[in-house]
């Protein structure tokens, strides 16, 4: 079985070849990615009408090189995955309509995914891949959820963010220091050369006693010390703000990820989304996972940010165990905002 999966939730086409049988890991044959980061870095921020005219350019370019990267034919592909939702509705419109009408042309059947359970099952194409159950915590720019996950398609959402995202507290916070879109990963550069004490940012929700977060304040508090700092603020120490601002959101996370695993009693977590790419996150993680014997699993450091293979992989996964409710009548519709509970 060949499942061709289409990505295009916001600003990254992507289109991956996953090969899978009736048991077993899937395995991922070929993948390819645009990214529009170029495009959206004039705006400080993704236009959405920029982005869904780009992956119609890129779409089936990227879908010809897969296949020719995997030495498949079109007609060898028995299945077509497309994120359903969340995300921008004209860009999710994109992957959709080009699945639905491959799906139509070749008369194999169509699947529309949640892009989160894609990002939470991503870490099934590691080397390492998890067993079920396990606590999921899902960090990226639209999203912050923890999540108990027992199988594939049965998940109970432990705690989410009543604000931002940890990704938009990265990308809002680098935004307001000049840093540019996406803000995360130039954040997470500077703050290499910061110390993290210098400056003292809250830490919402910390000591809330339940599993959400809380993340607008964060912003607010970068805005109000750089307003302090004044306009010519030094070189040095925006890297100390930047590392208290990293700081300050990877505590909340690994804070509440304990408690989850804690609550739960489960001795397993993944983490994915884009924020699964910061080192400071990871490091901080992993040592609080060591000391009570938790084991943390990452999908590999490619597939944390937005990609087609874990939209393959999430349709894969679920027609493995009878779960992949399929169109058949390529009547397609988008859920820009859709809860991964309901997925
Ligand atoms: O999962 P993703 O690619 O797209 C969404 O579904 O939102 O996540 C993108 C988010 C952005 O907010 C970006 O700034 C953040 O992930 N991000 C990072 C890092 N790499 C990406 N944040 C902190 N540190 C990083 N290294
Ligand atoms: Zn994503």
């Known amino acids: 079985m060949n499942i061709l999966g289409v990505e295009s939730s916001c600003d990254e086409t992507g289109v991956a070849l996953v090969e899978c049988h ?7 044959r070929s993948q390819a990615l ?4 170029d495009m959206h870095q004039a705006y400080g921020g993704v ?5 869904s005219r780009d992956h119609i350019r890129r779409v089936l370019p990227l879908a010809r090189q897969v296949l020719a990267e995997a030495g498949a034919a079109l007609d060898q592909v028995d299945m077509v995955a497309f994120t359903r939702g969340p995300g921008l509705a004209g860009a999710l419109l994109v992957g959709a309509g080009v699945a639905c009408a491959l799906g139509a042309a070749l008369g194999v059947p169509v699947l529309g995914v949640h892009h989160l359970e894609g990002h939470l099952l991503s870490p099934f194409l590691s080397d390492d891949p ?7 915590l899902l960090v990226s720019g639209g ?9 594939v398609g049965r998940y109970e959402l432990l705690g989410e963010t009543i604000d931002d995202a940890a990704g938009e507290a990265f990308d809002k916070s680098a935004k307001l220091m000049g840093l540019g879109y996406p ?5 997470a550069r500077l703050a290499e050369f910061g110390d993290p004490t210098v400056f003292e940012l809250p830490r919402p929700l910390l000591h809330s006693g339940t599993l959400d977060f809380s993340f607008a304040g964060l912003k607010t508090a970068v805005r109000t010390q750089l307003l302090k700092l004044g306009s010519n603020v030094c070189e040095q120490d925006r890297a100390h703000l930047a590392a208290a601002t ?3 959101i990877v505590d909340v996370l690994v804070r509440k990820s304990v408690a ?3 609550s739960t009693g489960l001795k397993r977590i993944v983490v994915a989304g884009g924020v699964g790419a910061n080192s400071r996150l990871r490091e901080q993680l992993n040592a609080e996972c060591a000391k009570r014997q938790a084991r943390v699993h990452y999908p590999e450091l490619a597939l944390c940010t937005d990609n087609g293979a874990m939209i393959a992989l999430a349709a894969a996964l679920r027609w493995q165990r009878g779960r992949a409710v399929v169109q058949n009548d390529y009547a397609f519709n988008v859920l820009p905002r859709w809860s991964l509970a309901a997925a």
Do not use: Y
């Not at 009736?22 to 991922?28: F, I, M, Q, R």
């Open 22 to 28: 009736a048991s077993g890991v899937p395995t991922l």
């Open 34 to 37: 645009h990214s529009q980061i």
């Open 47 to 51: 236009v959405p009408e920029l982005a």
């Open 130 to 136: 998890p067993e079920f159950p396990f606590v999921a």
């Open 143 to 151: 999203h912050t959820q923890l999540m108990r996950v027992d199988d």
């Open 183 to 187: 803000g995360g990963p130039a954040l």
């Open 246 to 248: 990293q700081q300050a």
């Open 260 to 262: 989850a695993l804690k």
